[in-house]
Nanobody, 126 residues
Framework: RVQLVESGGGSVQAGGSLRLSCEASGFRFYMAWFRQAPGKEREGVAAIYSPNGKTTYADSVKGRFTISQDNAKNTLYLQMNSLKPEDTAMYYC??????????????????????WGQGTQVTVSS
């Protein structure tokens, strides 16, 4: 079983930066960050294949956000730069413990993951 604990959320002004962390226990092949704003569906932000670090990003965050991992610390990160008010949401860490053979873009869909953290709030003011 995989357990996930996020941290690092907070409030920042537009143009600022935040780094989210997700401490993970248990074996997983894929990890990802999702976000959900009030009244909206959960949206995939970025995903990583843990064995080799291959990544994929949502178009809305490409060039601004970076997903990375420190395997020695069992920690997933999301570095968020040039934040915008529309980035305001609850951010969730997710993990998948089985191999996936579909398209990389589908790894940004929440149904591909069976383990979820409790979420951390990110608020960006204009």
């Amino acid at each position: 079983r995989v357990q996930l604990v996020e941290s690092g959320g907070g409030s920042v002004q537009a143009g600022g930066s935040l780094r989210l962390s997700c401490e993970a226990s248990g074996f997983r092949f894929y990890m990802a960050w999702f976000r959900q704003a009030p009244g909206k569906e959960r949206e995939g932000v970025a995903a990583i294949y843990s064995p080799n670090g291959k990544t994929t990003y949502a178009d809305s965050v490409k060039g601004r956000f970076t997903i990375s991992q420190d395997n020695a610390k069992n920690t997933l990160y999301l570095q968020m730069n040039s934040l915008k008010p529309e980035d305001t949401a609850m951010y969730y860490c997710a993990a998948r413990s089985t191999l996936y053979f579909g398209s990389w873009s589908s790894l940004l869909m929440p149904q591909q993951y069976e383990y979820w953290g409790q979420g951390t709030q990110v608020t960006v003011s204009s």
